[in-house]
């Protein structure tokens, strides 16, 4: 467990790491800019870090981290879009040509989804927030109604990613490049319990590990 001290003695390892020499990784990045070929959308969750668990370099991934590693429709009303506007700077401005949806096990934004029974509460902003994954709920308690709360939680947290692949495709450019074949989504499922990843594949319908 980290505390202040300890990060501030982190970022000095860091430091020397890719600022001490000339011909380091942040040099050329500051260089020449960034250039990521892949956004992920993951859990604001302290375990799953996607540069973490992908092993990657600064530079790699464009990351949006947010309860539950939720995408919201395209939507016209009033309001702060955060992640549909760092959405629309990788698709538009960076041109990546991947989209991982994130999505991992034993997460808080699903447990609270699933316990919410369906309910929208706007005094809550982590519920309100949830209810754009309600239709996954909604399935698995039509699908599994008697199965244990984990395996409907696992089946909820699986379902809600293939929420978020469905409600990217509501976005016109991005739309226009996933069928144009310039850019390919991907629904990912962490699972931390066992130490494995699995992919959502689109002919069988269904989760496989990676
Ligand atoms: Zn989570």
């Known amino acids: ?7 501030v003695e982190g970022f000095q390892r860091f430091r020397e790491r890719h600022f001490e020499r000339n011909d380091s990784l942040y040099q050329q990045l500051v260089k020449e800019g960034q250039t990521p070929k892949t956004l992920v959308v ?9 540069a973490l668990v992908l092993d990657c370099e600064p530079g790699d991934l464009f990351v949006i ?7 919201p429709p395209s939507e016209n009303r009033a309001g702060h879009h955060g992640t549909t506007a760092a959405i629309e700077y990788a698709i538009r401005i ?13 997460c808080g934004g699903i447990n609270t989804l699933v316990r919410s029974g369906g309910v929208n509460n706007p005094d809550s ?3 309100d927030w949830m ?5 996954a709920r909604a399935s698995v308690m039509a699908e599994m109604p008697d199965a244990p709360l984990q395996e409907q939680l696992h089946a909820c947290e699986q379902k809600a990613i293939l929420v978020s692949l ?12 996933v069928e144009s074949g310039a850019l390919t989504l991907h629904g990912w499922y962490f699972d931390i319990e066992h130490g494995q990843l699995l992919r959502f594949n689109t002919t069988m319908d269904c989760f496989e590990a990676l």
């Not at 993951?42 to 996607?50: K, L, Q, Y």
């Not at 960076?94 to 034993?106: D, N, P, R, S, W």
């Not at 469905?166 to 490049?177: A, S």
Request: hydrophobic share 45%; aromatic share 8%; glycine share 4%.
């Open 1 to 7: 467990m980290s505390s202040i001290p300890d990060l």
């Open 42 to 50: 993951a859990c604001c969750d302290s375990r799953v870090d996607p």
């Open 65 to 71: 981290r947010n309860v539950a590693n939720l995408v």
């Open 94 to 106: 960076l041109k990546v040509e991947h989209i991982i949806v994130f999505g991992h096990a034993q």
């Open 125 to 127: 902003y982590i519920e």
């Open 131 to 135: 209810y754009l994954a309600e239709s």
């Open 166 to 177: 469905g409600n990217l495709m509501t976005f016109p450019w991005v739309k226009e490049r």
